[in-house]
């Protein structure tokens, strides 16, 4: 069971001198190998996404660069509970710095939500401050990088002119706290997820993701699952980390859905790769209209059931595996 998509093994740029896409970036890889080399203005975009999560209550971290805009988020979500979010938009993405490439350098955020990600020895740090209506919300928090363990990283090709380099990590262990006022959130054997990303986007787009980690069937499990925008380009971001190891899926999925907060099926058509229906609890709506900038956003928390099998043809049942599943549509 192998993907028709290219492996990289070794470190490319993934952009030629004048800024058009290199075609020999143009496939995926186990560890980051891309230099993301990525030139000219307003069609940049670059960001750095975190969510940790554990079995009641989750955050999620967000530094980003739209060009003309910095959006900047803190949120934070106790299942059946509170869910508290700050948002900082910044003009030309002033108080943000994002390193080319991923582990470069740190990524932080300046303002009234203020970030700072950095790498450590064996891991990430993710540490926030901000003010909200609940009170100060801080976190200092670790996600770990376990020696061999496999991550996700691909291209994908709109044009010489638009493309994306995004590298997607599942499955990595989680610990830490957040504190939101006088309440102590405690992410000790929590998992986390990274979407990092570098690329020129088309001015209106849409897309499904992902994502989730734990355990189930004795085995760690890390859910990678992309829709919609990687259609018609050769490529896909959907992948298995299983125990570690990756299993790379080039089909794209069949995602069906109606009512957002209703069980959603997403499948492999063509194979028995994937066969997962995801139960939502709990739904995150974020509409915005800045003119410039419009998102419409559904991302769903629940718990994924089902099979998946990996490239050694292994079947591993997936049993109520906590992440998110999402529908997002941009004009940027």
Request: aromatic share 10%; hydrophobic share 35%; charged share 25%.
């Amino acid at each position: 069971m192998t993907t028709h998509e290219r492996e990289i093994t070794a470190p490319v740029d993934l952009c030629l001198p004048d800024g058009r896409l290199n075609p020999d970036a143009v496939g995926w890889t186990r560890t980051p190998l891309h230099r993301c080399n990525v030139r000219g203005w307003g069609r940049t975009k670059r960001w750095e996404y975190w969510c940790l999560t554990t079995p009641t209550h989750l955050v999620a971290v967000t530094v980003s660069s739209l060009d003309y805009l910095a959006v900047n988020t803190v949120y934070l979500l106790e299942y059946g509970g509170r869910e508290v979010t700050r948002t900082e938009l910044r003009p030309l993405a002033r108080g943000v710095e994002l390193p080319q490439s991923l582990g470069d350098g740190p990524a932080t955020a300046r303002g009234a939500v203020s970030i700072d990600l950095t790498e450590e020895p064996g891991g990430s740090r993710i540490r926030f401050s901000c003010s909200t209506d609940d009170g100060p919300l801080t976190g200092d928090l670790f996600v770990a990088l376990p020696d061999g363990h496999e991550t996700l990283g691909v291209v994908v090709p709109w044009s010489e002119r638009r493309f994306q380099y995004t590298a997607k990590h599942t499955a990595r262990p989680a610990s830490g706290t957040v504190r939101l006022g006088e309440t102590v959130y405690d992410f000790a054997n929590g998992w986390g997820v990274l979407d990092h990303g570098r690329g020129r986007w088309p001015h209106d787009i849409t897309w499904n993701w992902g994502a989730a980690s734990g355990h189930t069937d004795g085995r760690v499990v890390g859910l990678q699952l992309g829709g919609k925008w990687t259609v018609g380009t050769g490529m896909t971001e959907n992948a298995l980390c299983v125990d570690g190891r990756l299993s790379k899926i080039g089909e794209e999925l069949s995602w069906e859905y109606g009512e957002f907060t209703e069980p959603w099926t997403i499948r492999t058509p063509g194979s028995d790769r994937v066969e997962l229906t995801f139960t939502p609890f709990h739904d995150r709506v974020d509409h915005t209209d800045l003119r410039l900038l419009l998102t419409d956003t559904h991302q769903c928390f629940g718990r994924y059931t089902g099979r998946i099998r990996t490239d050694d043809g292994a079947s591993v049942a997936v049993d109520r595996l906590l992440g998110w599943a999402e529908q997002v549509h941009m004009r940027w």
